[in-house]
């Protein structure tokens, strides 16, 4: 079962609810994804190791968060530092969190 929907759904009431609180502007209704889709899982295989075992990709272009996920992105870069500009995928929040502490 596709579960999109639901998610869109969740989004739009929350990105509402966020709006109606004030405490984002009304233009963040905009971060809604017009045509979400279901996010794509492959695997890249590595040639160079035994076995060629994969290397997990999800390709999230079109999932309904995607809007949101830019939006963060473009408010936490400049307070991070051009030197974090490169490096847009984090292992986890912890990471993240401990990265964001030293500037």
């Known amino acids: 079962m596709d579960p999109t929907s639901e998610i869109q759904t969740l989004v739009k009431k929350t990105l509402a609810t966020l709006v109606s609180q004030k405490h984002l502007p009304e233009s963040a ?52 530092g051009s030197q974090w500009v490169l490096e847009t995928i984090w292992k986890s929040s912890l990471t993240f969190l401990k990265r964001s502490a030293r500037f």
């Open 29 to 80: 209704k905009a971060l809604v994804h017009p045509c979400p889709q279901i996010s794509n899982f492959y695997l890249l295989p590595k040639i160079h190791k035994a076995n060629n075992p994969g290397r997990p990709i999800v390709s999230s272009h079109s999932c309904p968060t995607v809007l949101i996920s830019q939006y963060v992105d473009s408010v936490l870069s400049p307070l991070l």
